[in-house]
C-alpha cells in the first residue's frame, strides 16, 4: 500500500486552505467575484509557499460546475479531476525541462483548440518559468499577450527578475511571502493532531524555523520526525535534522563576548563530538548575532519587534539581556567579520580549522581599544568636557581610511613640536609661532571647489587636478588655503597663478568666509629617500611616539605641509 507524503495529502483544495497569504487570497477571491480574471499571471516567491497550489486552485474556481467561483466544490468531476491531475484542461509544464523554442511552438499550437467543456477554461501553468530561454520568452510573448478567450496562462517562478520585462508587463503580477512561523507551527500542529504525531511544541517550532518560511519544507520535515519515535521531543528534532542546539549558540555568544577563548574551542569541540553541522552552526550564530543587533537598535523605540525577526517574547528577554555584555560597534565588527569568512566555512577542506579561526578572531575584538576608550585617556591631558565635544573623533590615527589620510592633521615642518598637558588639546599641537587647529570637511571643500571649476574652465580643472591641495586653520579662525605643485606639474603655477582671483572667489564663497590663497611650486620633488628619513626623524622625536602610545595607534603616512619651506 502506498504512502501518501503530508506534504501532498495535505496540499490546500481551497483557497481558504492557503496559509501566510492572505493578500493572495483577496485579490484572486475578489477577481473570481466580479468575473474580471485576467489572461495570464506571474506567481512569484520563495519556495513551497503555495505558488503551483494557488494556480491549481485558481483553474479549480474556473472550471467547477459552479464557476467561474472563488469557492470551489471540491466534489465535481472537474474538480476531482484537477485535484487529482488528469485533467486535460489543466495544462502543467516544467519550465526547467521544457525551456526550448520548440516546447514552446507545441504550447502555441494546442492553445488553439478549445477547452473540452463549453463555458470553461484552458489554464497552462508553467512552473520555474524563469528557467525559459529568451527566445522561448520570445516566440511565446504573443501567446500571452493575446491568447484565445477561454485561455489563461500562470506562471510561476522562485526569480521573477529573470523573467524579460516584456512578459512580466502583459501579466498580473502577484508576489507571495515567506510564511510567518507562528502560522506554519499553528498549521503543523493541526496537521500532527490530525494525523496522531505525538510532538512537543518546542520540537515543532524547530522544524518551523528550519523551514525557514516554506510550508511544503515544513511539511516534509514533519513527515521525516514522524517515524522517529512514538513521543518527539525538540532534542530528538535537533538530532535528526542536524539543528543547532540553541544553548550551543548562546554559550558560543558568551564565550566570544567574554573574550575567552578556551572556552570557545571547548565548545565547539562538543559541538563536534554532538555531530552539529558546523556550516549550519555558523549561519545560526550570524543569525543570532543579527538578531541581538537588531534589539540593541530598537531598544526604546516603538517599532514592532514581531516584524523584524520571528522570536518568542522569552528569546526577545533572552536577548536583551546578553546584549548587555556587549556594545553596537562591537556587534557590528563581529557579523561584518563572519559574514566575510561564510565562503570560506562553505568551501574549506577543514570546515572545523575555517570555524575556529573565525570565531576566535571575532572574541579578540574585546582586546582592541575603541574610539571612546581613546577619548577616555584624553583625561590624562586634563582635556574638560567642553573640549572633548570638541574633538574631532574622525582626526584620530585609528581611523583606517583613505579620507583620514587626506584629512589627518598637518603641521609645518619645523624643528619645535611641543605638547603642553595643562592646556587644551586642540591648542597643543605647536610649531614656533604657529598653530594647527583640525579642520573638518576639507575634503568636502576641495571636491565641491573641484566641481565649481570643471564646470567654469575645464582646462583649469585639469591643471588643478595635478595639485595637492591643502588648507589650514590656525586660532583665529583664518583659513589658508595652499596649492602645491610638486615635481613635473609645477610648470602649471604660472599660468595658475593668473586665475588666482577666481579661485579665491570660489574657495570663499563655498568656505563662508575671508580666506588665504597661496599657490607654491617646486621643480625638485622630494626623493623617495629623503621622505624616508624626514619619516625616521620625526618617528624618532619622543614626543610623537608618547602620541602613538597615547592612542595605541600606528603612523600610516608622514608628510611635509610646505615644501618650499
Known amino acids: 500500500m502506498s504512502y501518501l507524503v503530508l506534504a501532498r495529502k495535505w496540499r490546500p483544495q481551497v483557497f481558504d486552505d492557503l496559509v ?11 477577481t473570481l467575484s466580479q468575473k474580471r480574471v485576467h489572461h495570464a499571471y506571474v506567481f512569484s516567491g520563495p519556495r513551497g509557499v503555495g505558488k503551483t497550489t494557488t494556480a491549481r486552485i485558481l483553474a479549480k474556481s474556473l472550471n467547477c460546475i459552479n464557476g467561474p467561483t472563488p469557492e470551489p466544490c471540491g466534489r465535481c468531476e472537474f474538480c476531482v479531476s484537477i485535484a487529482d491531475g488528469s485533467s486535460m484542461d489543466v495544462i502543467e509544464i516544467d519550465g526547467a525541462s521544457n525551456n526550448s523554442v520548440d516546447d514552446i511552438r507545441d504550447i502555441r499550437e494546442r492553445v ?35 491568447p484565445p478567450p477561454h485561455t489563461i496562462f500562470v506562471l510561476a517562478t522562485t526569480a521573477y527578475r529573470k523573467i524579460p520585462a516584456t512578459v512580466l508587463s502583459r501579466c498580473q503580477h502577484l508576489s507571495f511571502r515567506r510564511v510567518p512561523r507562528e502560522v506554519i507551527v499553528e498549521r503543523l500542529r493541526y496537521i500532527s493532531d490530525k494525523e496522531g504525531i505525538n510532538i512537543s511544541d518546542d520540537g515543532l517550532d524547530l522544524i518551523a524555523r528550519a ?7 515544513a511539511l516534509t520535515l514533519l513527515d521525516q520526525v514522524s517515524s522517529f519515535s512514538d513521543e518527539i521531543t525538540s532534542k530528538d528534532v535537533a538530532d535528526l535534522l542536524g539543528i543547532s542546539d540553541s544553548k550551543i549558540i548562546l554559550d558560543l555568544a558568551e564565550a566570544i563576548f567574554d573574550g575567552d577563548q578556551n572556552r570557545l574551542l571547548s565548545i565547539i569541540a562538543e559541538a563536534v563530538h554532538k555531530g552539529a553541522d558546523l556550516r549550519i552552526l555558523y549561519k545560526d550564530i550570524i543569525l543570532f548575532l543579527r538578531d541581538m543587533l537588531i534589539i540593541k537598535n530598537i531598544q526604546g523605540s516603538d517599532l514592532d519587534t514581531r516584524s523584524l525577526f520571528e522570536l518568542s517574547q522569552e528569546e526577545i528577554e533572552g536577548l536583551k539581556v546578553l546584549s548587555e555584555r ?14 566575510k569568512g561564510e565562503q570560506d566555512i562553505r568551501n574549506a577542506t577543514f570546515p572545523r580549522i575555517a570555524f575556529e579561526i573565525n570565531l576566535i578572531k571575532i572574541s579578540l575584538f574585546k582586546e582592541f581599544s575603541s574610539l571612546r ?13 567642553e573640549d572633548i565635544s570638541d574633538f574631532n573623533l574622525s582626526q584620530l590615527p585609528s581611523q583606517p581610511s583613505e579620507e583620514k589620510k587626506r584629512s589627518e592633521r598637518r603641521v609645518e615642518d619645523d624643528d619645535s613640536f611641543q605638547i603642553d598637558p595643562e592646556k587644551n588639546f586642540q591648542k597643543n599641537l605647536q610649531l614656533g609661532s604657529k598653530t594647527f587647529t583640525p579642520l573638518r570637511g576639507a575634503k568636502d571643500i576641495i571636491s565641491e571647489f573641484l566641481r565649481i571649476i570643471d564646470e567654469r574652465d575645464h582646462v583649469l580643472a585639469s591643471k588643478l587636478a595635478s595639485a595637492e591641495i ?14 602645491i605643485f610638486n615635481g613635473g606639474p609645477s610648470f602649471f603655477a604660472k599660468s595658475i597663478s593668473e586665475q588666482k582671483d577666481l579661485i579665491h572667489d570660489i574657495f570663499k564663497d563655498i568656505i563662508g568666509r575671508p580666506i588665504k590663497l597661496k599657490i607654491t611650486s617646486s621643480e ?24 602613538i602610545e597615547l592612542f595605541e595607534g600606528s603612523v600610516i603616512e608622514v608628510r611635509r605641509i610646505e615644501e618650499n619651506n
Request: overall charge negative.
Open 20 to 30: 501566510g497569504q492572505p493578500h493572495i487570497i483577496k485579490v484572486l477571491k475578489s
Open 112 to 146: 488553439r483548440y478549445a477547452p473540452s467543456v463549453v463555458g470553461k477554461y484552458k489554464v497552462y501553468i508553467i512552473d520555474e518559468a524563469h528557467m525559459l530561454s529568451e527566445s522561448a520568452f520570445n516566440a511565446l510573448l504573443k501567446t500571452i499577450e493575446e
Open 211 to 217: 523551514a525557514d518560511g516554506s510550508m511544503r519544507d
Open 326 to 339: 556587549v556594545s553596537l560597534e562591537e556587534l557590528v565588527l563581529m557579523i561584518n567579520e563572519l559574514l
Open 373 to 385: 576608550e581613546a577619548v577616555e585617556k584624553l583625561k590624562c591631558f586634563n582635556v574638560g568636557k
Open 470 to 483: 591643502n588648507i589650514q586653520e590656525d586660532r583665529e579662525g583664518i583659513t589658508t588655503i595652499n596649492l
Open 524 to 547: 625638485k620633488k622630494v626623493s623617495e629617500k629623503s621622505a624616508d628619513n624626514f619619516k625616521k626623524e620625526v618617528l624618532s622625536r619622543p614626543e610623537v611616539r608618547e602620541i
